[in-house]
């Protein structure tokens, strides 16, 4: 991942997590969310079926801030912001959330609060999935 040019992280394989802080999101479900992403069952055993976690397989985590997912679409054509939650407090979580991950995981990396970043993805399989505590 890059901002302006220069390289700010980067894992090789593991979970990119884009995550979206909405209103009403507090420690509770950033504390659940640690949880669930270093134990969620996604990375294949030794026969193939995802049984494995990503401390299990000794991957990495690259944490990245995306207010849009946050986005209500339901109506017209053009997003709405209104659910998402408020910069200081999106912020608070998420740099939270970075002090919980980075010591249980093998690798981790995250991007810079707010700044455009430029993010690569290989995903596998391809293999994605919406995770949600609320």
Do not use: W
């Not at 407090?89 to 093998?106: H, I, M, N, V």
Request: charged share 20%; aromatic share 6%.
């Amino acid at each position: 991942m890059t901002v302006a040019g220069d390289l700010v992280g980067e894992i090789d394989a593991g979970l990119l997590v884009l995550l979206g802080v909405e209103r009403g999101d507090g420690h509770a479900q950033a504390a659940r969310m640690a949880e669930k992403l270093l134990t969620y069952r996604v990375f294949a055993d030794h026969e193939g079926r995802m049984n494995r976690s990503v401390v299990d397989s000794a991957g990495g985590v690259l944490l990245v801030s995306q207010f849009t997912l946050a986005a209500d679409t339901r109506k017209g054509t053009r997003p709405g912001f209104s659910s998402a939650a408020r910069p200081e407090e999106a912020q608070a979580l998420y740099d939270g959330l970075c002090q919980t991950l980075a010591p249980r995981c093998a690798r981790f990396a995250s991007g810079r609060f707010g700044a455009d970043m430029q993010v690569a993805l290989v995903n596998d399989g391809p293999v994605t999935f919406l995770l949600e505590v609320r």
